[in-house]
């Protein structure tokens, strides 16, 4: 049997209990949360769910949650969606990169798998003040799919001449997933 999926954005005030009450409506309709993303950027709560359900349940939640998303302060959208597909031959990487904080810095790492044709499955990033010194730094971690079919260490020697072109400290290895 076909799972049908359903994807959750939501994006508002940060206040406790937000999880709580938006996991409450997904669960009442019969629907569970398979995958998430929860953060606070600034003083606002973001949220992505994949939520799973009978049709009937996508249904409902869909159609209840623009008024549930305004009750509990959220501005939400739903977008149906199929399952992930195995695309070919794909191996699942990890990039680490730590560097002093400028402009730019998340622009040249997606040109630089754009252009292998690297899809980049999930990125997040933040900003922090270093240790003893104070200085502005950021940090970027990436989960990238390689093909079984390029040559890593050639992509790993490209992908550290165009770190120490941009003066970043990074590491590519395999995902521990």
């Not at 409506?25 to 939520?51: H, Q």
């Not at 790492?109 to 690297?118: D, K, M, T, V, Y």
Request: hydrophobic content about 40%; some cysteine; aromatic content about 6%.
């Amino acid at each position: 049997m076909q799972k049908n999926f359903l994807v959750i954005s939501a994006l508002g005030e940060d206040r406790p209990g937000i999880v709580e009450e938006l996991s409450r409506l997904i669960s009442d309709t019969g629907c569970s949360i398979e995958d998430s993303r929860m953060t606070v950027l600034g003083g606002d709560f973001a949220v992505i769910l994949l939520v799973e359900g009978r049709w009937n349940e996508l249904a409902k939640l869909e159609t209840g949650l623009p008024a549930a998303g305004r009750k509990l302060g959220l501005t939400a959208h739903a977008k149906r969606t199929a399952p992930k597909t195995k695309e070919g031959n794909l191996l699942p990487y990890s990039v680490e990169v730590v560097s002093i904080d400028h402009p730019g810095i998340v622009h040249h790492l997606a040109a630089f798998f754009s252009g292998r044709e690297i899809n980049i499955r999930d990125l997040a990033t933040t900003s922090y003040a270093a240790a003893h010194t104070g200085t502005p730094m950021f940090q970027v971690h990436m989960t990238i799919d390689v093909s079984a079919s390029l040559h890593i260490a050639r992509l790993r020697e490209e992908f550290m001449d165009l770190c120490d072109q941009l003066n970043l400290d990074a590491i590519i290895e395999p995902s521990k997933l």
